[in-house]
């Protein structure tokens, strides 16, 4: 079945404790994101990739980092995690180019007290 | 700056009304347009798309979009909803012509329906 998978798909930490959260597709898609979805403010851009070794910033990459270093796999770090990244995470993926949507993971809850 | 606009938050209708949502976007091009779908508790599914040719889009579950430029609009509608229909639905636009397509989301628009 051709998904996008994430885990966790809760999570809680503290604040300060590293954390990373996974991210792989099966569709062999290009492109991957990662979004972060608050009440209010729809879904917003933390980081994407265009192919393997190519990362670039969205519109709030503060506090996150990410690695692309197989098709796959997208994982997203949160090197020092703080209470203001508590939000619904997801990740997503797509062959690219004007004819295609995002395929979206499940999601991943976390949480940061 | 580009960016997608929702006038509604929250919607409440009762089955078998008519649902119409307003979505709006800042000139930016050429752009590509999608509403996506979020039953309480998933993740997003794609509703419908609108790249070129008729403006008026039909997707999954009974839903339509319309795509009207010089208004810079994309609402989607349903003749007649269900419970089932209970979700947040967000509009989606991506600017540009090729490469890499950025998804800009609207703020989303929460909707409930009473049987």
Known sequence: EAQVTQNPRYL????????????????????????RQDPG?????IYYSMNVEVTDKGDV???????????????????????N??????????FGGRDYGYTFGSGTRLTVV | AQSVSQHNHHVILSEAASLELGC???YGGTVNLFWYVQYPGQH????????????????????EAEFIKSKFSFN?????VQWSDT?????AVNYGSGGYNKLIFGAGTRLAVHP
């Open chain 1, 12 to 35: 809680i930490t503290v604040t300060g404790k590293k954390l990373t959260v996974t991210c792989s597709q099966n569709m062999n898609h290009e492109y991957m994101s990662w979004y």
């Open chain 1, 41 to 45: 403010l729809g879904l917003r851009q």
């Open chain 1, 61 to 83: 990459p503060e506090g996150y980092k990410v690695s692309r270093k197989e098709k796959r796999n997208f994982p997203l770090i949160l090197e020092s995690p703080s209470p």
């Open chain 1, 85 to 94: 990244q508590t939000s619904l995470y997801f990740c997503a993926s797509s």
């Open chain 2, 24 to 26: 709006n976007y800042s």
């Open chain 2, 44 to 63: 997003l599914q794609l509703l419908l798309k609108y790249f070129s040719g008729d403006p008026l889009v039909k997707g999954i579950k009974g839903f």
């Open chain 2, 76 to 80: 989607l509608r349903k003749p007649s």
């Open chain 2, 87 to 91: 979700a947040e639905y967000f509009c």
